[in-house]
């Protein structure tokens, strides 16, 4: 049976793939239109029973030691390589992505999976000197308890892994609820869990609406914390509408920029720049949104990325694993993209690649768009202040380091930025001067696991992967102790 039929209408809750009570909504294959399978929108009892389940199972699964957490993580990660295969051609299925590029986000999970567990198996806190000699300050470090993930359907494997794995590493409890249009990966993913010997309770998925499946875990008293990735409009409103007090990381929208001075390699900035604008067809948060060029530079570079970008292919990601872009995951991306093209080209700006959908019967069903490339572009665009979430990128020219920098910090989002430059005074400056979480040079992968991944201003608040992904769910204790002196054997 193949995995989509297996997962149609179930929610996982206690360890078990039960058929939901209102299997009411068809999730389409946005490069063809039809129906994958059905998903459940989880009825308030269903939210009940994943609650309570997880806060059952919080009590023994915290209570175990780091090492036995480590092992189910490590299987967890060997049992989704081994079926990478699989899961790749369901998250195509769904979200319309590449096969090759899908498994390598389900490798990439696997990863997230071995990372965690060995930061599980090394949790630990720390003795604090007090002011006199006879007291110690013992810090120890217990996990939150129950968690809500609440997941958006760009990366529906990557951005459920690094909660899962962060949260399930500590000690914690989880609730995962994906969004609407991509539920069967989560799903999938939780079947692994039960596969690896996680015990019932640890990890439920629940699906539905955000705005009552999700907005429900984000009120209810049992849910210690709540995961969010997903738009800033979203992660403020879940941030304003909790009605008990809790932790909350909220990873969010960007609107990321890319600094290419003169000293730059302009082939390696070209490569960089059309593989982070159109890779996922740009519906990436980390994607670069637009580009800012030394004026000296700026017709070359141009005249690279056009040709960068109309090479590119776009296809049905299923029967053309190794495309550049597959389909967009739904029509609101893709509106979204024809809305930007056309407010920049109706304030001037250059067309120079792209922007139309491809030609072709294959592409009539499907949310398809082509590699699009906007020249001279300003911030009197969509374009250059909003994050489109399409593959489309706007490039404008400038003549000064300074202005570049305020160009480029000149956003409410601050989630990551790119640099391209050859001179250590120039990487120096502008790394320290961009208010991002994340500055990539000479790169395009901003994040990797071993390190820290966090936005700042609207962006969000909170980190996921590295340590600090696992600490997130943990709480601080100070225990401290008052020492007598030994009465006898001194
Ligand atoms: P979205 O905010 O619309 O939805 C995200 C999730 O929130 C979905 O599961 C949705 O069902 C749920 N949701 C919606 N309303 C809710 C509510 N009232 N209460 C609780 N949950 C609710 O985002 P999206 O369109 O799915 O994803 C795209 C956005 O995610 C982009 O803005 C992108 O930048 C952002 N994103 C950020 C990161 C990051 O690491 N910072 C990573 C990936 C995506």
């Known amino acids: 049976m193949s995995i989509q039929k ?29 129906v994958v399978a059905m998903t459940g929108s989880a009825h308030p009892q269903e939210i009940e029973a994943a609650v309570a389940a997880a806060r059952a199972a919080f009590q023994s699964w915290s209570g175990l030691p780091g090492k036995a957490r480590a092992k189910c993580l490590h299987r967890l990660g060997d049992l989704i390589e081994a079926d990478a295969d699989a899961m790749a051609q369901l998250m195509t299925l769904e979200q319309g992505k590449p096969v090759n ?5 389900i490798l990439k999970l696997a990863e997230t999976c071995h990372f965690y567990a060995e930061e599980a198996s090394r949790i630990h806190g720390e003795t604090v000197p007090n002011d006199s000699t006879d ?16 997941t958006p359907w760009n990366y529906p494997a990557e951005l459920v892994g690094w909660k899962l794995c962060g949260a399930l590493a500590a000690g914690c409890t989880i609730i995962i609820k994906p969004a609407e249009i991509t539920p069967f990966t989560a799903l999938a993913i939780g079947e692994k869990c039960i596969e690896a010997g996680i015990p019932a309770g640890v990890v439920n998925v629940v ?5 009552v499946v999700g907005q429900a875990l984000v009120e209810h008293p049992g849910v210690d914390k709540i995961a969010f990735t ?14 008990t007090v809790k932790r909350m990381a909220l990873e969010l929208g960007g609107n990321c920029p890319m600094i290419v001075t003169r000293s730059a390699d302009l082939d390696a900035a070209v490569k960089g720049a059309v593989r982070r604008s159109y890779r996922n067809c740009g519906q990436i948060c980390i994607a670069i949104n637009r580009i800012y060029v030394d004026r000296q530079v700026y017709d070359e570079f141009l005249q690279k990325l056009a040709v960068g970008a109309e090479a590119l292919t776009v296809a049905n990601g299923l029967e053309f694993p190794a495309a550049d872009l597959g389909a967009m995951a739904s029509a609101e991306p893709l509106n979204k993209t024809q809305e930007h093209l056309a407010d920049a080209v109706s304030k001037g700006a250059r067309l120079l690649a792209g922007g139309a959908r491809p030609n072709g019967a294959e592409f009539k069903n499907g949310h398809f768009f082509r590699p699009t490339v906007l020249a001279d572009c300003t911030h009197e665009m969509l374009i250059m202040t909003e994050e489109t979430f399409g593959p489309i990128v706007g490039v404008a020219p400038f003549e000064t380091l300074q202005e570049a920098v305020q160009l480029a910090n000149d956003t409410p989002y601050g989630l990551a930025s790119y640099v391209y430059a050859k001179g250590a005074d120039e990487i120096r400056f502008l790394s320290r001067l961009l208010d991002y979480g994340n500055v990539a040079v000479n790169t395009v992968d901003a994040g990797i696991i071993n390190a820290p991944y966090g936005g700042r201003k609207q962006s969000g608040v909170g980190y996921e992967h590295g340590r600090e992904g696992m600490l997130e769910y943990m709480n601080f204790k100070h225990i401290r102790v008052r020492f007598d002196m030994p009465s006898e054997g001194i």
């Not at 297996?6 to 389409?28: E, Y």
């Not at 590029?101 to 986000?105: F, H, T």
């Not at 007291?135 to 609440?150: K, L, Y």
């Not at 800033?232 to 941030?239: E, F, P, Y």
């Open 6 to 34: 297996r997962l149609d209408g179930r929610l996982l809750i206690n360890g078990v793939l039960i058929a939901a009570q209102n299997p009411s909504t068809a999730v389409h294959n946005p490069a063809t239109g039809e």
């Open 135 to 150: 007291f110690d300050s013992i810090i120890v470090r217990e996990p939150i308890g129950v968690v809500g993930a609440i």
């Open 101 to 105: 590029e899908a498994r390598g986000e």
């Open 230 to 243: 997903g738009s800033s409009k979203v992660g403020l409103h879940i941030q304003k509408s909790a009605t």
């Open 207 to 211: 699906t539905g609406p955000g705005a």
